[in-house]
Each structure stands twice: as C-alpha cells, then as structure tokens.
C-alpha cells in the first residue's frame, strides 16, 4: 500500500490500490469547533478525482454536468411557468391560486380579523403584481409587457381592506417599482413602447396609502396594519416587529427618488434609525417594539423571523444608494450578531436577550436561512459557508426547511414549509460568490424535493407537515417571485443579472432594483477610513491537495450532526488502513456566574492565588474560561476572570453556596406541552416543568381543549362563574399575583383538567407548595412554561377558543451538577462538561 492519511478524528480516507473509501464517525466530539486538519498523500493518484460524494441521496447527481445544468435551468422556469398560467388561468384577478382546488383566493371578508390572510391579500391580483419581474429574469419580454398592461387595466388600491404595511411594500411596492424600472430602462431590453408611467403611477399611489402608518406615532415607527381607504383604524395596535418597521428605506426611498416627493424616503429613514436609536448597549435590537413609547416589548435579538429584514436592507440600501451610513450601522450590528447571538459553534445564530446576550430559546425558524446569503454581501464567505450548511442539513433531513426548528432538541417544532426561498436564495448567492459546484447540487435537491412533494394540477403546493408530507392548498406569491426565480438564476450561469456589474439589488422580495446613476445622491460620510476596505475579497478555495469542495470540508459532517441527521451506512473499513488524530486547537467556552446579588460587593478576598493554581471563595459574578484537554477527557478551567491557571495548577472552590445549588440536583421531571394545529400529525412542543405537587404526569393526556378567563388572567381570583367554562379543560393562566398553590386551588375547585402557568421570563424552575402540607391535597397537574412558549399561546388563544394540547412527561438531566466520581470524590459537571482541574472544598481547608 503506497499511501498514507493524516485526518481529524471526524473523517477517514483509505487508500487501497486504487480505491478510495469514506468513513464518517457517528461519535463527533462535542461543539468541535475545533479546526480539523486534512492532508492524504496518494502514490500517482488524483485525490479530488477520487472522492465520492456521499452527502446526497434521492438521484441527486454528484457532478453537475453542462448538460445536466441546463435541465434543470429548464426544469426551474416550467414550475413557475406551470404555477404562474395556472394562477391566469383559475385565480386571476383575485390574489392568490389555490393549487389543489384550482380555485382563486382573496382576502376574507368574512373574517377580517383573519390576519394570516388579511395582512397579505388585498384585492388587487398579488401574485400578478409579485411576478412581474420574473418575466425580466426568464427573459420573456412577451409575458413581460402582457403582465404589464394586466396590471395597468385590472389593478386599482381602492379597496377597503386592511393589509399589512410591510407586506405591501415588499410584495406590491416593490414589484411595481422594479416592472416600472425595467420597462424605461433601454439598457436591459424590456422597454415597452407606449408605456407612459403607469406603474409608476400606481406605486405613488399605493405609498401616499401606506404613508399614514408612519404618521400620529411618537417616535416615527410605523404602525403594523393600515386600511387602504380609510388610513390607520382607531383600534390599531400599538405593537409592531423590527422588520416590520425597518424593511422601507429600499422601496421608499427609490419611490421618493422617481416622483421627487421625499415623504417617503424621510418616513423610512425616520423608522429605520428610530429603531436604532433604541438598542441596546450590545447594539442589538428586539423583535417588537411599542410605537408610541419606543419600548421593547419582546426582547428576544435574533437573525429570523421579525428582525430579518432589518439588517438585510442595511447593507442593501449602501449597495443601492451608495450612502455610507447605512454599512456604518450594518457594520456595529453584525459584530453585536457574531459575538452575541452566533452560538460558540459558529453554525447556527440563536434568539438572545437583547439586554445581556442570554440564549432565551432553543430553536431557529426558517426565515434566518436568509442570513448566509446577506453573509455574502458582506463579504464574510467562510461564515457564510459555515451557516448555510446547517439549513442544508435541516433540508436534507426532511426534504423542505420547517417553520420552526429545536437544536436542542434536534426536532421539529413548527412543521409547516409554505415553499419559503431563503434557503434558496443563500445557496443561490453563495454559488455566485464561491462558483463552487456543490451549490449547484444544493439546488438540485431542492427543485427535485419541490417537484416530487409540492408539484399538484394546478400549482405548487405548500408543505403542511415534513414528516407526513401532506399539503396544504395554498401557493403564497413568493413561491413564483422569490422561490423558483433563485432557482432558474442558480441555474442560468449566463443569465445577465449574474454578469450585471452595477448598483442593483434585489429586495426581501426579490424585486430586482436597478437605479439610475442620476438618482442617487453624495454620501453624508465624505472619508472613508483608510483601514476600511469596501469591495469584498474574491473566494479563494482551498489548495487542491486538501478539500476542493463544500462537500468534502472536514467540518461538514459536524453540521449534520447539529441537526441529528443520521447518515447512509457505509462499508466496513479495511483493516489496514489507519488514522493518525493531528493536534487542534483547543475549544474555548466561556461560563458566567450570576451574582445574586447585584448590589452587592465582592468579598474582599474573593480570589486569591497561591502558586498550586487559585482559590476561590465566591463565584458570584466570575466568568470562567474553559477549554478542552488535549486527551479529550473532559475540560480545564484555565482562566478565571482575567486570572490565568496554568497546565498542572487547580482551581479550588471554597464557595459553600453552590452545594446547596448544585450537589442535591438530580434528574427533575418536565412536561412536552403540545399543542396540536389542523391534524394530530401537525403540533408544536413546549417545554415546561413540573410542579412538585399535585399528581405527576406519567403518560400523555387525553387531549383537551385549552382556556383562559380574561377576567382572572393570573388565576387568582375564585373562578365560580366561569366553572361551566372551565370543566374538564386545561387552564392557561399568567405568573404572578398569588402563589402557584392559590392558582392551582381555583382551577381545580372549578373543575380544569390541569394548570398550565405562563413564567414572566425564559428560566423554568420547579413550582413549589406553600407548605409540606400542601402536597397531598391537589388532584391536578401544575406545569410551568416560559415567558416566550406563554406569549405564542396566548396569540393562538386570541385567534381561536379550539386550541387543543395534551401534557405528555419528560425526563431531562440536570446541565450543571456536582456528582461523585469512581473514588467517591466531588465531581464538577459544568453545562453538561465535566471540569478536571477543580477541586471542592466547601469546607474551606
């Protein structure tokens, strides 16, 4: 055998007379972000040439061939050609197709507190107007100029419904400006002779009726929702998203520059620094915010669903408009994301306290696969790799991205797909950049799944469940403007938008904006830092004796084993192949210590160190630096707030207060709340824990509907009048005004089936009774769930009184604990890693 392999233990490359054979370890040691090294030295062989392709399954081809590309570029624009005449067809002039039924949708009437279609359905043929730019894409500069005049002789906003604001800008603003662009510019092909502004016409139109939103309010964010013939309703919410308020400045603005009425440019601008203005010392804003009082009302900072968009048209209004304050603002804000709300892996971005960067929940949702994409545009390739491989596996894994995903629990826990393009638009964006072939097998997989899954009569459908694949009818109009038009561009290499070199961008939408240089205006910010740079750096990869592709990148498996994708079983290894475990560095994770009590000070002594390491007396308010041995057997504290402890030294404990907090935890019982939608097949999990009292939940509930009483939202009041109500249900009730025995007394004297307690913060504990007394004496369950699982109950049971959940048990171990180890000795266990170079002595000798 005339080969040999050096290789991290993730990944191993035998070579035997010609063959190479590919194993990947089940067992990924924990949060490696450790950098895995690769180098195999093959006698006369080619190694890129050699390596299989094993991430893909389902007849996804490993080599995207010429001939193989142009199908699928083929294949792209018929699904949305098969969608979009169908839609002519069947719904046309109303909004949206439904794709089973071959019937057409408009807002509900009915209903119009039916906001999930309300906010979108307007009456004015959205998904006429959402796919006008497609044509420009698919180069039909017939179906182009037809869908134009449909628009200018069928659409009118005279209607008296009540859409959401942001909605109505990225989806109809939007496309409206971009046709109008496309159709004057003689520098694409796409002018049209006779056109006489029309859609430009309509767009001022539409913006003075959106307008409204940005009016009456204190600090010039903009109301949600507004009534496109009446203005802002009396009974409007004073409650709006981040990117619900912050997504304008691109279609406002160029609205502004095109009609020379700057109302609506200063309205954007006014509610995108608005919301800046307001964040936090992190420099990371919230998810809702209060219009009139500039108050955060939801905390949580993320990259998904309700800030997206906020950082998207940061940096896309600098590309735009070329004004430098908009990437001087994207600038601090992406640092606040990548120190504070990426995870120490590097791969996944979560929801964190905006005011201290805490990790208030476990899951990610399928908006923020957008986020790898805007990566690109800021020029941070690696990063951007690096998290689009955990949306690839999310895909591979079911074959569509979920609404709502668990890291934690590495399962699913909203699971819709309604055919979103974030995915496909990062992957689109980083073949751009990168040109690397294994984006093209990306798209591949997704357009054969959306083929195979969604394809119906009439449409495409979206996904109602990724376990039981089952549809729903309803093709949302972003499917045609924003999802298959990134496929056909992944696939169209020579498509002119992939070749443009000028200040064009496409919205959160899709839209594709090309200004005219005569529009834009001289940057506020006349002196560009010599130690800035502003033109991103070409993609370089790597050396071809190591990886030549995503595919074959060491840390590749470590982003399937983030989502608990299970690979294809591979053939047993020869035994004379071997595996020699290179040095890496070591992972760095650093733990903080709350003080319990703030204002109060530090003993004096505190710490003190000696020359066998440091002792500590208190680890109130400490932050200590933990990083994994070198013979990977757990972990060593090797700094303690600035204090280093070198190889060999101890960082003894004396702190007496964490034996009382640590050393009696054992295995606590939770509950799985979950809360079912149209079908048992289609639920979401909360977690919630158990309270000590009353009966323990052993096996799942029947199921029952879910209640709450405005009148006693707290549950301590007597619920006597409502008993009728309550019997046999289960009580939704808010912490707080009495204790959880008070609480679980009235529900149970009014006949409720269990408690369930929304928490006023994210941390669950165990409720406790009043008394040793009081266990005996309750009959129903007490669960305790976290503020952010309490708020989106609460908005279901605002939306509907036929909520159905069951309580079901879990058992979860404890992540901080101290135990005894072989030789009886006290054992440190920090988030699950268990700590070497402590010593306990809560003695204090």
Aim: glycine share 6%; net charge negative.
């Amino acid at each position: 055998m005339n080969a040999y392999c050096f290789i991290a233990p993730i990944k191993c490359y035998y070579v035997l007379e010609n063959q190479i054979m590919f194993y990947s370890k089940a067992m990924l040691l924990l949060a490696s972000q450790c950098i895995l090294l690769l180098f195999c030295w093959i006698w006369n062989l080619s190694f890129s040439s050699l390596v299989p392709t094993l991430m893909f399954s389902r007849g996804v081809s490993a080599i995207i061939t010429e001939k193989r590309r142009i199908e699928l570029r083929n294949l792209s624009k018929e699904m949305f050609y098969h969608g979009f005449n169908n839609y002519m067809k069947y719904a046309f002039p109303e909004d949206e197709l439904d794709p089973i039924n071959c019937v057409g949708r408009g807002s509900d009437k009915k209903n119009p507190n039916n906001i999930l279609i309300n906010d979108v359905l307007g009456d004015f043929s959205l998904t006429l107007i959402d796919s006008l730019d497609s044509f420009v894409v698919f180069n039909d500069k017939v179906e182009f100029e037809t869908a134009v005049r449909n628009v200018i002789k069928h659409v009118s906003f005279d209607q008296n419904n009540r859409v959401q604001v942001f909605e109505a800008n990225i989806r109809v603003l939007g496309a409206l400006l971009s046709a109008h662009l496309f159709a004057t510019d003689s520098r694409f092909g796409f002018k049209i002779e006779g056109y006489n502004n029309e859609l430009l016409d309509l767009a001022y139109d539409l913006g003075q009726r959106l307008l409204p939103a940005f009016q009456n309010t204190n600090t010039g964010i903009p109301y949600a929702r507004v009534n496109l013939k009446h203005g802002v309703m009396n009974s409007e919410t004073d409650e709006t998203c981040t990117a619900g308020a912050g997504t304008f400045i691109l279609e406002f603005g160029v609205l502004s520059r095109l009609k020379n009425d700057t109302r609506f440019e200063e309205a954007a601008r006014r509610a995108l620094f608005g919301l800046w203005d307001r964040r936090t010392d992190l420099d990371l804003v919230g998810n809702v915010i209060n219009i009139q009082t500039g108050q955060w009302i939801h905390t949580a900072s993320s990259t998904g669903a309700g800030i997206d968009s906020f950082y998207e048209y940061l940096i896309k209004a600098y590309v735009l408009f070329g004004e430098t304050e908009y990437l001087d603002i994207f600038n601090e804000a992406y640092a606040a994301i990548l120190k504070y709300v990426r995870d120490e892996s590097g791969y996944l971005y979560r929801n964190v306290n905006m005011m201290n960067g805490g990790l208030m929940s476990s899951w990610i949702d399928s908006l923020s696969a957008f986020f790898p994409g805007l990566q690109v545009f800021s020029g941070d390739l690696d990063t951007a790799i690096k998290s689009h491989l955990f949306y690839f596996n999310i895909w591979r894994k079911y074959r569509a991205i979920p609404e709502r995903f668990n890291f934690y629990l590495k399962n699913v826990e909203i699971s819709s797909y309604p055919l979103r393009p974030e995915f496909i638009e990062s992957t689109y964006l980083l073949y751009q950049a990168t040109k690397d072939p294994f984006y093209l097998q990306v798209g591949e997989m997704v357009l054969q799944d959306l083929e195979s899954i969604s394809r119906v009569k009439c449409g495409y459908a979206s996904i109602k469940n990724v376990f039981t694949k089952k549809l729903d009818d309803r093709m949302e109009s972003f499917a045609l403007s924003e999802t298959f038009k990134y496929l056909y561009l992944l696939f169209d290499t020579d498509n002119f938008l992939n070749k443009l070199d000028d200040n064009f961008v496409f919205t959160t939408e899709a839209h594709i904006i090309p200004l005219p240089v005569q529009y834009l205006k001289k940057s506020k910010r006349d002196i560009i830092p010599k130690t800035e740079n502003l033109t991103c750096q070409a993609y370089q990869k790597k050396p071809t004796q190591f990886a030549a592709s995503i595919t074959n990148r060491p840390d590749a498996d470590f982003a399937r084993e983030l989502v608990g994708l299970e690979e294809i079983s591979l053939p047993p290894l020869d035994p004379h192949g071997y595996c020699e475990v290179p040095e890496t560095d070591p992972l760095i994770i650093s733990i903080g210590f709350t003080n319990s009590d703030p204002d109060s000070q530090r003993p004096f002594q505190q710490l003190v160190q000696y020359f066998n390491g440091i002792i500590a007396n208190s680890l109130s308010g400490l932050k200590l630096e933990l990083t994994r041995r070198a013979d990977r057997k757990g972990y060593d504290v090797t700094k303690v707030d600035d204090m280093r402890i070198l190889p060999g030294q101890i960082f003894e404990i004396r702190d007496p207060a964490i034996k009382q907090t640590w050393i009696k935890q054992q295995k606590y019982e939770t509950s799985i709340v979950r809360v079912f939608h149209d079908s048992h097949e289609d639920y979401s999990d909360y977690i919630g824990a158990m309270a000590s009292f009353g009966p323990q939940i052993t096996e799942a509930l029947p199921i029952s509907y879910l209640i709450k009483i405005p009148l006693s939202s707290n549950g301590c009041k007597s619920f006597k009048a409502e008993e009728n109500i309550i019997k046999d249900k289960i009580l939704f009730v808010k912490r707080g005004g009495c204790t959880f025995v008070e609480k679980v007394s009235n529900a149970q004297a009014a006949g409720a089936k269990a408690l369930l307690v929304a928490s006023d913060d994210n941390v669950l504990f165990r409720p406790v009774p009043s008394s040793e007394n009081d266990e005996s004496i309750y009959s129903i369950p007490c669960i305790l769930i976290t503020n952010e699982s309490g708020m989106e109950l609460d908005k279901l049971l605002s939306k509907s009184s036929d909520v159905r959940i069951t309580l079901m048990p879990d058992i979860r171990e404890p992540s901080t604990y101290i135990s005894n180890d072989s030789n009886n000795e006290l054992l440190l266990v920090i988030h699950g890693r268990i700590i070497r170079n402590v010593r306990l002595n809560f003695n204090g000798q």
